[in-house]
């Protein structure tokens, strides 16, 4: 058996497997890990951010979709005999995937993976990515651990997410749960690694095209930082303590209530004069019923770009009207800190979605 720690990565390109293998490589110098890779060249550019981390890292081709996840035998063996820890971050992030398609990646994949992780004769801890949010349609505050299935969910990613953890509970391995948050960006600086669900929302309001937004005043927006979430996973993982604990890597009492994040980003539309000169009145805060009713309208009757976006946020908006507020006690307990609050960086995101021109080329916007 290896003297120190090799650690198998899942989701290796993406924000957060590729931000956690950064920090356990720089955390740990013995540290060894392998890498599931489905796209050459997308690991390619992403070891390139790694610089001379990278020289401890093994890319192994494979697929999650795949039996026994598409890997070689002989490395499938010398995974089994090596690896110490697993960290699960892959997942397919659409929410409009229809179930099936969802539960093949999220669901599918996971099974795959703890089955390798049963082979691993010196494996001592499973950290499987989750979501915040198959807590689904429930409201009220949402606790850490399972929190059951009764409200149903608003999109096939979050059931299929919640199907991924109910397997990981009944492995028999040494697992632990991280449920993040919507990640909006890098840091309390605002830059914003790649454009989501909630950025997309945004831009919808600050070009006038909805009128409404689903939520009350006081309904809290969850989101956190890359760096949180990635430092949080680095450092939790090798905890001991964290066997089989569920963490809510969330806002949680420092999550922005819905009026705050209206009148805030439309006092800071507001200073552009060109925004203003156009008019735009500030979206209405309404039942999740009436937004239903007048997405539903658009869409059928409306513009059919304007209705083709709506439809798209379907996916995921209705969460803003489903009031919840996540626990944070574990995760702030093992990580020794909070998130930092919400309202500390969403007016330097939202600037720099601003400057950036929300991800859009200017051939396209054009």
């Known amino acids: 058996m290896p003297t120190h720690e090799t650690v198998f990565v899942t989701g290796a390109t993406g924000l957060v497997g590729g931000g956690v293998l950064k920090r356990m490589l720089g955390g740990d110098p013995q540290l060894r890990a392998y ?21 401890r890292v093994v890319p192994v081709q494979g697929d999650l979709t795949a039996r026994r996840l598409g890997i070689e035998y002989w490395t499938r063996h010398r995974l089994a005999r090596e690896v110490t820890m697993i960290v699960h971050a892959a997942a397919d992030t659409s929410f409009s995937r229809p179930l099936a398609q969802a539960r093949l990646s999220n669901a599918e994949g996971t099974r795959e993976m703890l089955s390798l992780a049963r082979h691993c004769g010196g494996l001592r801890r499973f950290a499987h990515v989750s979501t915040a949010f198959v807590a689904g349609r429930q409201v009220g505050m949402i606790r850490e651990r399972d929190n059951g299935n009764a409200e149903g969910w608003v999109n096939s990613y979050e059931r299929s997410k919640y199907d991924a953890e109910a397997l990981v509970r009944d492995s028999g391995v040494d697992w632990v749960i991280f449920r993040p948050s919507t ?184």
């Open 35 to 55: 890498v599931l890779v489905r796209d050459e060249l997308r690991w390619r550019a992403a070891s390139r951010r790694l610089g001379s981390l990278a020289d």
């Open 183 to 366: 990640i909006v960006c890098t840091g309390v600086e605002g830059s914003i690694p790649q454009i989501n669900a909630v950025h997309r929302a945004l831009r919808v309001y600050h070009r006038g095209l909805a009128a409404m937004m689903p939520g009350a005043r006081s309904d809290l927006l969850d989101v956190v930082t890359a760096d949180y979430v990635n430092d949080s996973i680095a450092r939790v993982t090798v905890n001991p303590s964290a066997a089989r604990k569920t963490l809510h890597l969330c806002a949680g009492r420092g999550a922005l209530p819905l009026g705050e994040l209206v009148d805030g980003a439309y006092e800071l539309w507001a200073r552009d004069p060109i925004w203003r000169n156009r008019g735009i009145e500030k979206a209405v805060l309404t039942d999740l019923e009436t937004y239903t009713l007048f997405a539903n309208s658009v869409i059928e009757t409306g513009d059919a770009r304007l209705g083709a976006v709506l439809s798209c946020l379907s996916h995921f908006i209705p969460q803003l009207a489903l009031s919840k507020q996540f626990d944070t006690t574990v995760a702030d307990k093992l990580n020794g800190c909070t998130a930092p609050p919400v309202r500390s960086y969403w007016s330097a995101m939202l600037t720099q979605l601003l400057n950036g021109n929300w991800g859009v080329a200017p051939e396209e916007a054009a």
